[in-house]
């Protein structure tokens, strides 16, 4: 029969006033917020870029550079297992686009040279459940005496997609260092990531930070021939031809050794400060373990030697050295500003990016049209909550009411899990909101009309109750879970405002179980026991 246990129902009122608590703190302004115990989450919802304000950024990643970076390193890769590991004469190692040529001068040496450069084709990808993602290197043999390794696009696709990922946490590292609250960063299709910071309204420094890989290398300057000469005629083998920052916009040309003496891999730290002798911006890093006994070796062995300090394929320094350099520490000094060193240490902070990426999209929102949107929200919702209750109640009169009442408790527990879970609200998820209000009372529906319709056939009032709930949640149920199925969908392909959308949706439809079913029966419950009717209110 229509019972409702006293434990029961202390455990709904306890969870109601729960829900109170955790979303109470929306609305609380922060110093009574830091009266919270330590202990309770009190958190508020984030607002979403559309509310707040904010920078937009859809950046994608260089797939022409990142082929021609590629190349550059099979052509050194095959260089490298061939002829300095390898010990295989050639007479020569070219390159045409995607494919390296190395002419042997021992036939002989065929199997070995193939069996070298098959080192190189390894997966692009590694997966624990799919395995070896494809290779991007195809070996061959070419003749009689020539072996070739070529690039190949299923494996460069699989390796940007991969390094879009791999970009996901060091465009994070980047972000975080601004100072910004919840900033959202997701990937896009294979090669696009997605950066909101919602509160932030500098777009040039944001793209500043972003728009450069930081991929920092320290190789020695090559001295064996003058500049001129090898611009003139053909760098050395081994070495190439960079550009130098010499200051007001002026570049020089510099000849650098190809071979990396100490990676930016290997830093673990970097700050901005000021030379204690010019006072001109520098930025001071630390290595490694590592690093510092790789820079300390490199230093010990080259002194008087000039030393390259190459960012993102520019040289941006190229100091002498005076002396060993072992404490792991060193300062990078060049024509910088302030704000430039600054931004350089927050990108070597937060390490390179495997690829390069380029602006696609840009979109500021201003705080102004994020309070319109606000504004524009809350009146649709409240208009909505109001027609809602009115209709309820004219229509159901005494359980109208109490769907109402279920209905506010639905609204608390959506902002309540949203606090709880550092959701972000977005405009479609204030239209979620208000789409949930609706489905919630549309379960109270569904249920009244089925208790009409028992009583109607001659059943009595407290049984024609609990034939309601009994019949009518098979049907809830049903409805929910189409709804929730459309809904995880949702989240699961869509992104940004849409994913805003599907999280609020989602919890909409699982507050509603508990609000239209269990809240609404023991409201009814209780409202029978102390009035005993005999006839429905509607």
């Known amino acids: 029969m229509l019972y409702i246990s006293k434990w029961k129902t202390i455990g709904v009122i306890a969870l109601c006033l729960l829900g109170v608590l955790l979303a109470l703190p929306n609305v609380l302004p922060s110093h009574v917020r830091a009266q919270y115990p330590s202990w ?11 509310l707040q304000g904010g920078v937009q950024l859809l950046l994608e990643g ?13 052509l050194e890769d095959v260089r490298r297992v061939l002829v300095r590991d390898g010990r295989i004469g050639t007479t020569g190692i070219a390159q045409n686009g995607d494919v390296v040529r190395a002419t042997l001068r021992n036939p002989s040496d065929m199997q070995a040279a193939l069996e070298k450069l098959r080192t190189l084709a390894v997966p692009a990808t590694q997966s624990m459940f799919a395995g070896p993602g494809p290779v991007d290197v195809d070996v061959a043999q070419d003749g009689d005496n020539a072996v070739i390794a070529k690039l190949n ?190 931004n350089l240490s927050v990108q070597l902070r937060s390490g390179a990016l495997p690829i390069e990426f380029k602006i696609a999209e840009e979109r500021t929102v201003g705080p102004g049209l994020g ?10 919702t409240i208009y909505a909550a ?37 959701a972000t609200l977005t405009l479609p998820g204030i239209a979620g909101i208000v ?33 309601g709930f009994n019949h009518a949640f098979a049907v809830i149920i049903d409805s929910n879970s189409t709804m929730a199925i459309a809904a995880i969908i949702l989240f699961l392909l869509g992104s940004g405002p849409v994913k805003g959308f599907a999280v609020v949706f989602i919890l909409g439809i699982l507050t509603t179980v508990i609000t239209a079913v269990t809240m609404t029966r023991m409201m009814i419950a209780l409202w029978y026991r102390s009035t005993r009717p005999q006839t429905l209110p509607f």
């Open 153 to 342: 696009d299923q494996g460069l696709a699989a390796r940007i997609r991969a390094a879009v990922g791999q970009s996901l946490e060091v465009v994070r590292k980047r972000v975080d260092i601004l100072g910004t609250t919840e900033p959202s960063i997701q990937q896009q299709g294979a090669d696009r990531i997605l950066v909101q910071v919602p509160g932030y309204n500098d777009p040039t420094r944001l793209k500043e930070i972003l728009g450069t890989t930081a991929k920092m290398e320290f190789r020695l300057v090559d001295q064996s021939v003058p500049v001129e000469q090898a611009l003139a005629g053909r760098p050395p083998e081994g070495s190439e031809i960079l550009q130098e920052d010499v200051g007001g916009g002026q570049t020089r040309p510099i000849l650098v050794e190809k071979r990396v003496m100490v990676s930016g891999a290997d830093l673990t730290g970097a700050t901005p400060g000021f030379d204690q002798r010019t006072r001109e911006p520098i930025v001071q890093f630390q290595f490694n373990n590592q690093g510092a006994r790789a820079f300390g070796q490199v230093t010990t062995a080259n002194v008087g030697k000039p030393f390259a300090i190459i960012l993102d394929g520019k040289v941006i320094s190229a100091p002498r050295i005076n002396e060993p350099i072992t404490g792991g520490q060193g300062q990078i000094s060049g024509n910088f500003s302030v704000e430039s060193a600054n």
């Open 386 to 422: 109001i027609f809602v209750v009115l209709f309820m109640f004219a229509t159901y009169g005494v359980f109208g009411f109490i769907a109402n009442l279920a209905l506010i408790i639905h609204v608390v527990f959506i902002f309540a899990l949203m606090s709880l879970l550092g």
């Open 435 to 467: 789409l949930t209000i609706g489905t919630a009372v549309d379960s109270n529906v569904l249920i009244y009309e089925r208790i009409r319709e028992e009583f109607r056939s001659g059943r009595s009032m407290i049984s024609s109750i609990e034939g």
């Open 62 to 74: 260089d797939a022409d550079k990142f082929r021609e970076e590629r190349r550059k390193q099979l």
């Open 40 to 50: 309770f989450p009190a958190r508020t919802i984030v607002l979403g870029l559309d």
């Open 371 to 380: 309070q319109d949107s606000i504004d524009a929200g809350t009146k649709a």
